[in-house]
């Protein structure tokens, strides 16, 4: 013999065994509660994305300006090496292989231009046209 008590099933010896009835409704979540989480998700979603899309941008002219700094260098170099004067065009066939091992690229998608020896190598996206100074792609000198 047996007595269900609750969700158990008890056998007269004591022994507890689980009723095979689907667990009660209560256990869930109500749609209110479901509805306050999904707030507060989308609330941190809200305020982190413009951070996460800002510190990408200034990575990429970290890395463009990283670019910029090597190419000049290599210009430089190239220039000592081959007595160039301070008006003789840099190409980049001058540089590569010699002083740079591969064609630099922006992460932006820009062109870089290496112009003369005297002139800073610059990139095509160059300022954006903002007056914020973490995305700009050229050299701060």
Not at 13 to 32: E, I, Y
Not at 38 to 59: G, K, S, T
Not at 70 to 92: C, D, I, N
């Amino acid at each position: 013999m047996s007595k269900v008590k609750g969700r158990f099933l008890i056998h007269l010896d004591g022994k507890r065994l689980k009723s095979k009835n689907p667990p009660s409704l209560d256990a869930g979540l109500t749609l209110v509660e479901t509805m306050i989480v999904v707030c507060i998700l989308a609330l941190i979603v809200a305020v982190a994305l413009p951070n996460f899309l800002r510190a990408r941008e200034e990575a990429s002219a970290k890395l463009c300006v990283a670019k910029l700094r090597q190419m000049e260098t290599a210009k430089e170099r190239w220039a000592w090496s081959s007595g160039a004067g301070l008006a003789t065009e840099v190409y980049m066939s001058d540089l590569v292989s010699d002083f740079i091992k591969i064609a630099p690229v922006c992460p932006s998608e820009g062109e870089y231009t290496l112009g003369t020896v005297s002139e800073n190598p610059t990139c095509s996206i160059g300022t954006n046209d903002s007056e914020d100074l973490f995305d700009d792609h050229e050299l701060p000198y």
